[in-house]
Each structure stands twice: as structure tokens, then as C-alpha cells.
């Protein structure tokens, strides 16, 4: 992770936690000091929480910005790592199946994804190498699409890319829905001061 999203992470984790702490604790400003300036009567209390609102927003942006040009790819290339070696072990043990002096193709995840999850088997004709038979398998969706909640689930569990990239959308998301109503700190309550 670079020092940039980072950055951002932290900086959306904080300000969503202080959220749900606002709207928990049930937070009223009476009295407002920033930088040795003491306010002691403010006219719009809820111009803090708008405030507020208005950062989590910000971070929230700064961090999708980041994520879609780092850690997206990083999740999505450690999911595929996983799924390309389950994918390759189930073709061969297609191929077997079929005959086993047989050899398929292609042997890489993307170009079976791109082949609409089919492969291409080759069963040797021992007399007449040229004569080979060719023969199109699809690959069944049923057990593709348990390879990939298994890899999902293996790589929420052993690895820590999701909690370093998805847990702030988590967090913020359920600050979102924490804080949206039934407070004063409530994102409808703080647009309707205005």
C-alpha cells in the first residue's frame, strides 16, 4: 500500500468512527475551541455536524479514487491467482477423464474465461500424430462458481487485502446507515438546518 491510501484510509476510518460516536453518544457542541480560539455560544450548532458530513463525504471520494487505482487490482489479481490454479487442476482432471494421454488448451484463466469457460482437448491418435482428435469441453458452471466462492472466501480469510482495502467501505457504509436518521448528527437533520 502506498503511503497515499494510506492516507485515506485512515483518514475515512477515523472520521467514520467518530460518526457513530457522535450519533451514539448522542454528542451536543455547547462550546467550540480550535487553536486556542474558544467559541462559546455558536448561532448553528448543527454547522459542526454538516461539517463533519461534509468531510466523511470527501474522504469517502478520496478514498474510492485511491482504491480504483491501487487496491482494486490488488484484490481482483490475488482472487484470480487463487481461481486460475483451482481452474487448472478441474481442466486436467476434465481431460483425464476424457483419456489419459490427453493434453488441453488453453491452459491460462483468462483465455478459458475469454473461450466462455471451455476447453480445448487433444486426444493423441498414437498411429497418426497428425490425426489427432480435437474436442471442445465446457467447463461445469456449477462447480466453476464454487471454485470462486471458495477463493473469495480463502482470500477474506488468509490474506489481508480485503481488510486492508475493503474494511473502509464497510466501516463507512455502516456509518452511512448508522448515522443517516434519528439524531440531531443525522445527515437528513443536518441538511435540513440549512
Same mark, same amino acid.
Given at each position: ?22 450519533? $451514539? ?16 455560544? @455558536? ?9 463533519? %458530513? ?8 478520496? !478514498?474510492?479514487q485511491y482504491y480504483t487505482q491501487e487496491g482494486k487490482g490488488s484484490l481482483f489479481s490475488q482472487i484470480d491467482a487463487s481461481l486460475g490454479?483451482?481452474?487448472?487442476? !478441474? ?25 466462455? %469457460? ?23 458452471? $456449477? ?8 477463493? %473469495? ?11 486492508? !482495502? ?24 443536518? @441538511?435540513?438546518? $440549512?
Amino acid at each position: 500500500m502506498t503511503d497515499g491510501i494510506l492516507r485515506q484510509r485512515r483518514n475515512l476510518m477515523i472520521i467514520s468512527i467518530l460518526m457513530v460516536f457522535i450519533k $451514539f453518544s448522542e454528542f451536543k457542541v455547547k462550546k467550540l475551541t480550535i487553536s486556542g480560539l474558544s467559541f462559546e455560544e @455558536l448561532g448553528n450548532p448543527s454547522s459542526i455536524y454538516v461539517m463533519i %458530513w461534509v468531510l466523511f463525504f470527501y474522504f469517502l471520494f478520496r !478514498y474510492h479514487q485511491y482504491y480504483t487505482q491501487e487496491g482494486k487490482g490488488s484484490l481482483f489479481s490475488q482472487i484470480d491467482a487463487s481461481l486460475g490454479t483451482k481452474i487448472q487442476n !478441474y481442466s486436467a482432471e476434465v481431460t483425464q477423464k476424457i483419456n489419459e494421454h490427453a493434453s488441453y488448451t488453453p491452459n491460462n484463466l483468462d483465455s478459458i474465461k475469454r473461450k466462455g %469457460w471451455s476447453i480445448t482437448v487433444r486426444i493423441p491418435d498414437h498411429k497418426d500424430p497428425d490425426n489427432d482428435e480435437m474436442q471442445e469441453v465446457t467447463l461445469n458452471p $456449477f462447480v466453476i462458481f464454487k471454485f470462486k466462492l471458495a477463493c %473469495w472466501f480463502n482470500t477474506c480469510i488468509n490474506s489481508s487485502v480485503v481488510t486492508d !482495502y475493503l474494511l473502509p467501505y464497510f466501516i463507512a457504509g455502516f456509518a452511512l446507515y448508522y448515522c443517516y436518521d434519528g439524531s440531531a448528527f443525522s445527515l437528513l437533520n443536518s @441538511l435540513s438546518a $440549512f
